[in-house]
């Protein structure tokens, strides 16, 4: 496990992008806050395969309650990674574990693709 970034020092609603052990992509993760839960995932669009962040680390809609990906504007649910509007509607964004412990977040080093871990 990696360790790699305080619950505090992200906002909420808030997000960051994270970098991993074993991305494939070069993307990093889309972690995001709500509360005192923590979502991750992969940070790549189900409809381009290119990053979702325009500025880097900023996956949220304007109103903080939808992951926006930058490239179409579509929208994904952040607990479950699900897109509601946009050209990859139905599709999930991929989803990647995440731990909180000990108000530290921290993510396995996988690739989230084949879920194996190096």
């Known amino acids: 496990m990696q360790k790699i970034l305080r619950l505090k020092d992200l906002p909420d609603p808030g997000s960051a992008r994270l970098s991993f052990a ?3 992509y070069g993307h990093g993760a889309c972690v995001v806050r709500r509360g005192d839960e923590v ?4 940070n790549r669009c189900p409809h381009t395969g290119g990053p979702m962040d325009w500025v880097e680390g900023r996956f ?3 109103d903080g309650d939808l992951i926006q990906c930058s490239l179409h504007g579509a929208l994904f649910r952040i607990q479950d990674g699900r897109c509601l509007s946009g050209p ?3 599709q999930y964004l991929t ?3 995440v731990v909180l412990d000990d108000e530290v977040i921290t993510l396995p080093d ?3 693709e084949t879920g194996s871990f190096s």
């Open 39 to 42: 979502f991750a995932y992969l």
């Open 88 to 90: 990859c509607a139905g």
């Open 110 to 112: 996988s690739d989230p």
């Open 60 to 62: 949220l809609s304007v």
């Open 22 to 24: 074993g991305d494939n």
């Open 95 to 97: 989803k990647m574990a």
